[in-house]
């Protein structure tokens, strides 16, 4: 198995989805209206890949983001817990991540924009939830667990570390490891170089998204039927197939309804080396996928460059 994920990772963090559901539909909304920032300002990339957040050194940041006077940057903090603005022009803004109000957040965070001389007008309203709240309108949403939240974004360290080992052995169209925020998700997805039949009824981003024939891996904290955080991965158009295929490790299952192959956290986290059994579960979904497909595979990959 690779060096990057031989390590023992041992002290990986629980993060049981009730302990912390609050904080993670707050976070989720705080997301929301930070991403609708490069939304309206990046130029668009393809499959929306200019809204999503990168994982960093100290929590979760924008792409740089250009305006009329220079660029700008976003981050979530995770560290000393505070969301961070800064130009070009050597300005900064700082607020603090609290228990606080998403219309508090919004408001604050709009206004700390304008100090800045950044004008965007946005569509303040959340998306991929039920029962959207307008951004000035949600005091449902305030919780702020900064214990959890921390919990939260080691986790997505971990599983950026290892998504991106995944990816290095793919040299077809790959996304980066991107940070989804209306579906609050982490993942990378590889495409066959393919067109994808059209998917009719559905709104332009999905239509996008799954414009060509993709395989997507992820982390998500859960929600529903998936009751903690899960890794997950899924075929799009799905072979005939991929729901049963012998997928390791032997904890990972199919999913009917969300047609997708989950792991669930808790038993990854709970091996003597979880990056080895993450990258199993990546490396055979991938294989399934691609194989029931008829990717050309030969041309798609290669051998990942080793490191001393």
């Not at 904890?251 to 669930?264: D, I, N, R, T, V």
Request: charged fraction near 25%; charge should be negative.
């Amino acid at each position: 198995m690779r060096n990057l994920v031989s390590a023992d990772t041992s002290a990986l963090p629980e993060l049981p989805l009730d302990a912390w559901q609050d904080t993670y539909d707050t976070l989720h909304m705080w997301t929301q209206v930070v991403g609708k920032i490069p939304l309206m300002l990046h130029p668009h990339m393809n499959h929306w890949w200019e809204v999503a957040l990168q994982v960093g050194a100290r929590g979760l940041t924008t792409r740089l983001i250009p305006h009329k006077s220079g660029v700008f940057q976003i981050r979530f903090d995770f560290i000393s817990h505070e969301l961070v603005i800064e130009t070009d022009a050597d300005r900064t803004e700082r607020i603090p991540l609290r228990p606080r109000t998403v219309a508090d957040f919004y408001k604050e965070f709009m206004g700390s924009l304008a100090k800045l001389g950044i004008e965007v007008k946005m569509y303040a309203r959340p998306v991929e939830v039920p029962e959207p709240i307008r951004f000035e309108e949600d005091f449902r949403h305030a919780s702020y667990d900064s214990e959890a939240v921390s919990r939260f974004w080691r986790i997505l360290v971990f599983a950026d570390t290892v998504f991106k080992e995944f990816r290095s052995g793919f040299i077809g169209k790959c996304s980066p490891v991107h940070f989804f925020w209306g579906s609050f998700d982490l993942a990378v997805t590889r495409f066959s170089g393919r067109r994808a039949p059209e998917r009719a009824g559905v709104d332009p981003v999905t239509r996008e998204a799954y414009s060509h024939e993709v395989i997507s891996a992820g982390f998500w904290p859960g929600s529903g039927e998936i009751k903690g955080p899960a890794f997950y991965a899924y075929s799009v158009p799905e072979p005939s197939g991929f729901a049963g295929a012998a997928i390791r490790p032997s904890a990972a299952f199919y999913h009917s309804g969300m047609q997708e192959f989950f792991l669930m956290y808790d038993d990854v986290r709970s091996t003597p080396f979880p990056g080895q059994t993450l990258l199993e579960f990546l490396e055979s979904t991938y294989d399934a996928g691609a194989n029931l497909a008829g990717w050309n595979r030969s041309e798609l990959e290669r051998e990942p460059i080793k490191r001393a």
